[in-house]
């Protein structure tokens, strides 16, 4: 169990829909990052937030967002879905007073599925 | 993001050999991970490395980081059955910017007793 988790752990849903993924970081973790994993992209950067401002962005389109908020979970908006958008989305933390800032530890995944 | 060649794509070996798996980029990176996925689950870290050259290990298995900086080797020992799964290197580039991880495609490994 790394310690990061995210809900829901599946989610299927219509073309066109908008839905909120959720992830809470590890203890003590500031940075929170968001990948996309489809079977031929491979896992793909999307954005990285650290105590609650945006740090860095990768691959992510612009019907995606996400916020990182207080209490340091963040969720990841994606709006306007297709079917392309099928896949699953990882969220990872790192940075915590433990650890060090570059390594990066995994939740579950959230498969998502768009009909 | 940056592009990761990793190989081989799959392997398919004997409980007791040893594995090796590479991963190679056209760009240097500060620092190197290999992480661990089975089906359905997220990576798991296996090995993190900082330096050119350092050479690290967590039990059966030992990574290397590349003294080009732009490569990365992961060996694995007496394999086991529960060594199943596929292993995914990542490069990070640790800039002001951010720390995003660039991901090989993987190297899916069987294993038969």
């Known amino acids: 169990d790394s310690g990061v988790t995210q809900t829901p752990k599946h989610l299927i849903t219509a073309t066109g829909q908008r839905v909120t993924l959720r992830c809470s970081p590890r203890s003590g973790d500031l940075s929170v990052y968001w990948y996309q994993q489809s079977l031929d992209q491979g896992l793909q950067f999307l954005i990285q937030?650290?105590?609650?401002?945006?740090?860095a962005k990768g691959n992510i389109l612009e019907r995606f967002s996400a916020q990182q908020f207080p209490d340091l979970h963040s969720e990841l908006n994606l709006s306007s879905l297709e079917l392309g958008d099928s896949a699953l989305y990882f969220c990872?933390?790192?940075?915590?007073?433990?650890?060090?800032?570059?390594?990066?530890?995994f939740g579950p995944g959230t498969r998502l599925t768009v009909t | 993001g940056q592009q990761l060649n990793q190989s081989p794509q799959s392997m398919f070996i004997q409980e007791g050999e040893d594995v090796s798996m590479n991963c190679t980029s056209s760009s240097i990176f500060n620092t190197w991970l290999w992480y661990k996925q089975d089906p359905g689950e997220g990576p798991v870290l296996l090995i993190a490395l900082y330096k050119a050259g350092e050479l690290t290990s967590n039990g059966r298995l030992t990574a290397q980081f590349g003294i080009t900086r732009k490569d990365s080797f992961l060996n694995i020992s007496a394999s086991i059955p529960s060594d199943v799964g596929i292993y995914f290197c990542a490069g990070q580039l640790r800039s002001n910017s951010g720390y995003a991880l660039n991901f090989g495609k993987g190297t899916s490994l069987l294993v038969t007793p």
């Open positions: 990872a933390s790192s940075g915590g007073l433990a650890g060090s800032m570059y390594e990066q530890y």
């Open positions: 937030y650290y105590n609650g401002e945006e740090r």
